[in-house]
């Protein structure tokens, strides 16, 4: 065969090697670069002789990987250095030369590098000074010419050992890119005395398992990095050097080689070439080969030394074979996308396992069987326990037994944060303490809190609580939290206290840090909560780790697919007389069985947040065993108002049944331990829960969502007060907590049976028919439902003279407030948003917001159009409600503490919404979406375009795994129009619909009664402005001593702000040009008094 030179004209490599060459007689194009992969119609062919690819040009698929690939003899040996003499040489070279300050600099540039990371491997560093004198010792090392390093060489360089430690070799890093070795024509060779080209070994070896990387850097950092023991080879040819590498497999041990494949190189033929030689010689040694896998199907994937120790631990370990398959050119690109999300969900899997694997606090005490033992006394500095027992272990009498009565028993006060008013509670009664909730708001129940509780020695309540509390609790306090972890998020994310958030978490920190003695308490304790703990108060807590010896459970597990069928069994159990409890976090589904068992003449008691109000329960949180003897309960269903503060003793149910599709899993594992027995569970979790928008898989990703949040809102003026540490602690704690919830959600089956199983019981994979019958019951009941609850809120009677702004004020912030009160504030709600529509009619209530979304023939429902509504209407006014979230969000940013998941979010929603709203007017009076149609396109293209803001704060995905018209239709949704199949067109086997856009009557109803709402707002807004503005001011004046003392004028100025904002965006920025320049410190004053 007669060949050309193609020299720098090669269209694989484009010319970056010139070595390359054309068959004449066949016009197949001999490739010698490793890397190139053109793409288009250029089809690789198979490897040449040695080992390069050998490329044609046409239409086709390019032809599969050989199995198996010869590998390339050894060349003869040559006249050059050996081993000992390199090393002398080298080392020599290395202490002369140094690594200069320039270059030690250029390393730290790289991605993730740590200065720690960078000395682990100094001494294998140096610069490659060209044109110097070498050091007498490096005569006839390759690169030394005449006595001097080679000229028109600059850079650093990495020395290459081998498993001895002798350094056999050196690479210098070039500035354009790569490597290339340090060696010239004109001296001795850099082969080895066998002909092989060195290879490095770097780090310490790890129970038999050899890392390979490619070049000699790359392996050398991952080993400081990511630990274990790395083979280094130039361009990945480790076949190239079979002496070289056998004999290094063997000082180490060798019985498994794990190789880092570069990232893009499973699409690269070459590469995958160099990669199938290495297969087929180490099967001929007998050590199997498997392929770390992080998803590094490209470039911008990352190489094995440019990603984080977090992400290589979440890697997955492929057989080569499997690997190798998955590489095959002639499948990549059709299996490529769907491969990708298996990848990706593999990587998920494996990550939250990990985080859910996390060690536990370290234990200065363990025991195990029956309940906790006898607290010690504490030891030398020591500040408190942090007691870790699982369920049932006697926590609540532990507490009671050795800390609250002998602190009593001293003249000392307790105070006992608890999460929920059920558990403070049962809490209180046991260990005779004042609950907080048992008295009124007012000054004279005030006062008779204090006093019962200084006579009982302490006070029972939730960290909401301690601003009312704070008169009545003495300083040096004993500080127990019990429910550690749920205690604390709750008060760390803030719930409903906005503007008094920062009150609440101060004094939370103040008692911690003023605590005689200060103990938490927690099944599972994790160590950001122990740290977190810690570092606010300043104390030191030692763990008391105990194992109770529980009866183990027998838990039938469901994962994904339709409960239908396991509330069939349930509804058997009953109808034979048998007792269950059903444990739900849905308050729909706890509603819809309460109903179906009324129905069904099966007495039921029902706990949820909306009937477990002035004391209902009471008598039965304290006594749940007697209760349900007295009442004859055959159907308990109980919500997460029950999650803790309960135990049920007694032989009394039958079986148990679980149904939790929203929360994470450590709720509804918490749930199953509150019955004591073991008798037969019954579960169901999805498959997956959708994270929110703070849930992530890596903490830094938590708090780089923080950052991004406190960014947007300093864009626009908002810059946040300054942070201490304090609220860097709250943060850390929010990321730590958001990650863990992260990975219940992503893997619910996998994460509740890590938990039980860890808890002693056993877990049995539980497959779940579908069941026509039950559906349908279900879907009967959540409509009743949604009747009754449209009904009940029609039928609120609104009293002006009672049901004032003052009123509605007091009850948003009143924990005691009922279930009928709620109903009220919605109401009153309701009546503002959207005036002139007959909020006494039941049907409208329904139609706008209690509607169930459930499937008719085939078609998903609108559900409720309410909310959708009220999004198109305030698209069009969404000047005035940004101003009004600015408002919002100055009160919170202005305080010293601040939760970030307080900050509004309906002003980004509406940015984001409001330019989409045209083009799906347009769409609406088209009357339909069909696939091509140019407006879908468009709408689908603006949604890509902010895709990542669109799934932050309205958790719609717009990716390009989804059709336009897929992507359109959740907008459409969104904005609470429907969506009908209509007509299809078959292309090839598949259907393309096309979908009717239709708005139910009462929409357009509710969207112009919202924008009358609006537009009074901004008319009432603007006037407030225009007569303020008229106002003068004193350009002297000054924030006095006592805030509460503040001048008329700058009290005039802080209205006219929040009037500004009010009436929108625009107004403020005219405002804030008006007054800021010539009265400065008054307007800054009057900022902070708005706030």
């Known amino acids: 065969m007669s060949f050309k030179s193609l020299r720098g004209s090669c269209p694989i490599c484009e010319g970056a090697r010139r070595d390359c060459r054309e068959s004449l007689s066949t016009g197949f194009v001999f490739c010698r670069h490793t890397e190139a992969n053109p793409g288009g119609q250029w089809r690789y062919i198979k490897d040449d002789a040695h080992g390069f690819g050998v490329w044609a040009w046409g239409e086709g698929e390019s032809a599969d990987r050989p199995l198996r690939v010869t590998v390339i003899p050894p060349k003869a040996p040559i006249a050059t250095l050996d081993p000992a003499a390199r090393n002398k040489g080298y080392r020599a070279l290395i202490d002369w030369a140094g690594l200069q300050p320039e270059h030690r600099a250029a390393l730290a540039q790289r991605p993730h590098i740590t200065e720690a990371e960078i000395a682990n491997i100094a001494s294998l560093l140096f610069s490659w000074q060209g044109g110097a004198t070498a050091p007498e010792n490096a005569a006839g090392l390759p690169g030394i010419v005449a006595g001097q390093l080679w000229p028109r060489v600059q850079g650093w360089a990495i020395a290459i050992p081998n498993a001895s430690g002798e350094i056999i070799g050196a690479q210098i890093k070039n500035p354009q890119g790569g490597y290339f070795w340090a060696s010239h024509a004109d001296q001795s060779p850099v082969q080895l005395p066998n002909g092989e080209l060195p290879l490095g070994v770097y780090g310490s070896p790890a129970a038999g398992v050899v890392n390979l990387g490619e070049g000699f850097f790359k392996p050398a950092l991952s080993a400081a990095r990511h630990g274990g023991v790395w083979i280094g080879a130039a361009g990945g040819h480790w076949a190239s050097s079979p002496q070289q590498l056998r004999a290094a497999l063997d000082a180490l041990g060798c019985q498994q080689v794990v190789l880092n494949a570069d990232s893009g190189a499973i699409a690269n033929p070459h590469v995958m070439g160099a990669y199938s030689r290495l297969a087929a010689l180490l099967e001929s040694w007998s050590i199997p080969l498997s392929v770390r896998w992080w998803g590094q199907w490209e470039k911008a994937h990352g190489d094995v030394d440019e990603i984080t120790p977090a992400h290589y631990q979440a890697a997955i370990l492929f057989p080569w074979d499997e690997f190798q398959a998955l590489a095959t050119p002639a499948k990549i690109k059709r299996q490529r996308a769907k491969d990708i999300k298996v990848l990706r969900r593999q990587q998920t899997v494996a990550r939250a396992i990990a985080i859910l694997n996390q060690p536990l606090p370290q234990a200065h005490r363990e025991t195990s069987g029956g309940y906790l033992p006898e607290l010690p006394p504490l030891p030398p500095g020591i500040d408190g326990y942090a007691i870790d027992a699982g369920l049932g272990a006697g926590k609540t009498t532990t507490i009671g037994r050795d800390i609250v009565a002998p602190t009593r028993a001293a003249g000392g006060f307790t105070i006992e944060l608890e999460p929920r008013n059920s558990l403070g509670q049962q809490a209180a009664e046991k260990h005779e303490l004042v609950h907080i909730h048992a008295f009124a708001t007012d000054k004279a129940s005030n006062q008779a809190l204090g006093a019962m509780a200084r006579d009982q020695g302490g006070l029972v309540l939730c960290p909401n609580s301690l601003p009312r509390a704070a008169q009545h609790i003495p300083q040096g306090s004993v500080v127990v939290i019990d429910e550690v972890m749920a205690t604390l998020t709750e008060a760390c994310t803030g719930g409903t206290l906005k503007g008094r958030y920062a009150d609440t978490m101060a004094q939370l920190i103040a008692k911690m840090q003023g605590a005689r003695a200060l103990h938490i308490a927690e099944s599972g304790l994790d160590q950001a909560t122990l740290d977190f703990v810690q570092r606010q108060s300043g104390k030191r807590l030692a763990v008391i780790r105990h194992q109770g010896a529980v009866a183990p459970w027998d838990v039938h597990l469901a994962v994904g697919g339709s409960p239908d069928s396991m509330f ?108 004591r027995r073991p008798c037969p569970r019954y579960v169901w979790v999805p498959a997956f829960i959708t994270p929110s928008r703070w849930e992530k898989p890596r903490q830094e990703s938590v708090l780089a969502e923080i950052n991004h949040e406190l960014g947007r809102w300093a864009a626009h003026g908002f810059a946040p007060a300054p942070a201490g540490p304090e609220q860097a602690a709250i943060d850390d704690y929010l990321a730590a907590r958001w990650e863990r919830a992260w990975a219940q959600k992503v893997i619910p089956g996998q994460a509740l049976t890590l938990m039980l199983e860890r808890a002693g019981h056993t ?204 992507i359109a239709h959740k907008i459409l949704r969104k904005f609470g129009l429907t969506l009908t199949r209509s007509t299809y067109r078959k292309v090839g086997c598949k259907r393309q619909w096309s979908y009717t856009v239709t708005a139910p009557p009462l929409w357009q109803a509710l969207i112009e009664a919202r924008g009358k709402a609006l537009e009074a707002l901004q008319t009432k807004a603007s006037g407030r402005v225009t007569d303020l503005l008229e106002k003068p001011f004193n350009k002297s004046v000054t924030a006095p001593p006592n805030r509460l003392d503040v001048s008329p004028d700058i009290l005039d100025l802080a209205d006219l702000i929040t009037a500004a904002r009010q009436a929108g965006a625009t107004a403020f920025h005219q405002l804030r040009q008006a007054i800021k320049p010539v009265y400065a410190d008054l307007w800054r004053e009057a900022l902070a008094t708005a706030a």
């Not at 912030?813 to 109401?827: C, F, N, P, S």
């Open 568 to 675: 069939s069994q349930m509804m058997a159990q009953l109808r034979r007389g048998e007792r269950v409890w059903l444990l739900s976090t849905s308050l729909n589904e706890a509603n819809a069985w309460a109903l179906w068992a009324k129905d069904n003449a099966i007495n039921t008691m029902l706990i949820t947040g909306e009937t477990n109000e002035a004391g209902a329960f009471d008598a039965f949180f304290s006594d749940p065993d007697s209760e349900l003897e007295r009442q004859q309960v055959q159907l308990l269903i109980t919500t997460q108002s029950a999650q803790t503060g309960l135990s049920v003793e007694r032989y009394w149910f039958d079986a148990l049944y679980g149904y939790a599709p929203g929360f994470p899993v450590e709720v509804i594992y918490q749930m199953l331990g509150r019955y």
């Open 763 to 966: 877990v049995i994979p539980w497959e779940l028919a579908p069941d026509e019958v039950t559906q349908a019951i279900r879907a009967t009941y959540r409509e009743t439902l949604a009747q009754q609850r449209a009904q009940f809120h029609a039928g609120l009677a609104i009293d002006p003279t009672l049901h004032t702004s003052e009123w509605a004020k007091a009850k948003r912030d009143d924990a005691e407030a009922t279930y009928r009160d709620r109903g009220i504030l919605r109401k009153l709600s309701t009546l503002e948003k959207f005036p002139g529509i007959d909020w006494d009619n039941s049907e409208i209530w329904y139609q706008a917001w209690f509607a169930p979304r459930h499937y008719a023939e085939g078609e998903q429902t609108h559900g409720p159009i309410g909310p959708g509504a009220s999004l198109w209407a305030e698209c069009g006014a969404a000047d005035i409600l940004q101003g009004k979230a600015a408002d919002e969000a100055m009160v919170i940013l202005a305080q010293r503490l601040r939760s970030i998941s307080l900050l509004p979010e309906y002003g980004a929603k509406l940015a984001i919404l409001a330019p989409m709203r045209p083009l799906c007017e347009q769409l609406l009076a088209s009357g339909q979406t069909s696939p091509g149609c140019p407006l879908v396109r468009r709408l689908a293209a603006m949604a890509r375009a902010i895709g990542d803001d669109l799934y932050r704060y309205l958790r719609i995905v717009a990716s390009d795994d989804h059709s336009d018209q897929a």
